[in-house]
């Protein structure tokens, strides 16, 4: 996979952000200026899937003037979870959280080990560590970026949740329709896809659209702290 630069942006060969400004190329979901989708909306929008590039229409206007705002897009690799757990297993990297939880709730799966009583008031609530999905993914990543020295704004955490087709799906996200400027080198980008491959989640970089974030700005709100 090869990459351009475009106004200090790496794209793809194919850029990702479509020469078009025609809204009729955009489905009429995303053409709507509407602060709050349906939760039928929601899963249309979801039913999609990711788009191969994104149309202009759909980038932020930094204009003086008050405009709508698009939904927040993010540009990445759909995860493949369970890979990156399997990985996380093998190589000592899985992280345990810890909750203070009733001690009413605590079930027999949970081992002694990892119960703890609350120094307060340990006849009523305890300390239970357990086993963290969405930290240890993050870590996984987190190690890869600091090893191949990648830096980009927002790199530190890439990990977003965007609408898919099955609902809603975790992205490695290089970067959004509203922080272009702040995307990582292109031959970190040729690194991160030999990662991806390892991980099963090759193939074509895809726009997502955020789950918090799909819904169109009105002119009078902020922009998206991404």
């Known amino acids: 996979m090869s990459y351009t630069i475009e106004n200090g942006i790496p794209f ?5 952000i479509d020469s078009s400004d025609l809204e009729r190329e955009v489905h009429p979901l995303l053409q709507k200026r509407r602060v709050r989708y349906t939760s039928a909306e929601r899963e249309e929008l979801g039913q999609l899937g990711p788009l191969e590039s994104l149309p202009r229409c759909l980038l932020p206007q930094d204009t003086r003037r008050p405009v709508w705002q698009p939904p927040v897009f993010y540009y990445g690799w759909e995860l493949n979870e369970e890979k990156i757990l399997e990985f996380a297993k093998e190589n000592g990297m899985e ?36 086993f963290n999905r969405n930290r240890t993914i993050i870590k996984v990543f987190i190690a890869y970026m600091q090893e191949l020295d990648i830096r980009g704004r927002g790199i530190g955490w890439p990990i977003r949740v965007a609408l898919s087709p099955k609902g809603t799906t975790r992205v490695f996200a290089f970067y959004s329709n509203y922080t272009t400027d702040g995307a990582p080198k292109s031959r970190y980008l040729d690194m991160l896809s030999w990662v991806m491959d390892e991980f099963g989640m090759g193939g074509e970089l895809k726009w997502w659209l955020s789950s918090s974030d799909c819904d169109w700005r009105s002119p009078d709100s902020r922009w998206p702290d991404l």
């Open 12 to 16: 793809r060969t194919t850029d990702p």
């Open 95 to 130: 992280v345990r959280a810890q909750e203070m939880w009733l001690k009413s709730e605590v079930t027999e799966d949970i081992p002694p080990e990892d119960i703890t009583p609350h120094e307060r008031h340990p006849e009523d609530w305890v300390y239970v560590r357990y």
